[in-house]
Nanobody
Framework: QVQLVESGGGLVQAGGSLRLSCAASGRTFSTDGMAWLRQAPGKGREIVATISWTGISAYYIDSVKGRFTISRDDAKNTLYLQMNGLKPEDTGVYYC????????????????WGQGTQVTVSS
């Protein structure tokens, strides 16, 4: 099982940017599908973005398209989420997750999860 640790969260004003990182250890994650999910206060967890093991295929929920970019650096065993144009509704705990199938989607049963990093966007 790969261990995942998120970082980069914080408090930012609306319109600002943050870059989340997810460092993997325990084994290489280069063949894993990866995802960022978030959980807003009082709501369920939702997928925000996914990336395939090749890095070629990426998916975003409609609300973040054009603002967020998911990427991976397999040499550093790290997943990223660049978040620009942040809105108060982006507030939540952001988690990264890994799937040994090589792909990730809303129905994926992820093999590994990070502990989450808090993102708070003030209006």
């Amino acid at each position: 099982q790969v261990q995942l640790v998120e970082s980069g969260g914080g408090l930012v004003q609306a319109g600002g940017s943050l870059r989340l990182s997810c460092a993997a250890s325990g084994r290489t994650f280069s063949t894993d599908g990866m995802a960022w999910l978030r959980q807003a206060p009082g709501k369920g967890r939702e997928i925000v973005a996914t990336i395939s093991w090749t890095g070629i295929s990426a998916y975003y929920i409609d609300s973040v398209k054009g603002r967020f970019t998911i990427s991976r650096d397999d040499a550093k065993n790290t997943l990223y989420l660049q978040m620009n144009g942040l809105k108060p509704e982006d507030t939540g705990v952001y988690y990264c997750a890994a799937s040994r199938t090589g792909y990730a989607s809303r129905t994926t049963n992820f093999d590994s999860w990070g502990q989450g990093t808090q993102v708070t966007v003030s209006s």
